[in-house]
């Protein structure tokens, strides 16, 4: 039974820590995708100007 209870508690120890770095993901990625796509909107008339 020891054994069940340690894997328990390490699957919730580094679920919560997945989930810790997601949130952080999260909050940095919102910013850069919106830089993305300004960067994507600003090459688009330069593709569409070329023969």
């Not at 069940?4 to 940095?28: M, N």
């Not at 919102?30 to 688009?44: D, H, K, M, P």
Request: aromatic share 6%.
């Amino acid at each position: 039974m020891s054994f069940f209870k340690k894997l328990k508690d390490r699957l919730f120890k580094s679920s919560s820590k997945i989930e810790e770095g997601l949130d952080a993901i999260v909050e940095d990625g919102g910013v850069e995708e919106e830089e993305i796509q300004e960067e994507v909107l600003a090459s688009e008339p330069i593709e569409e100007q070329l023969p």
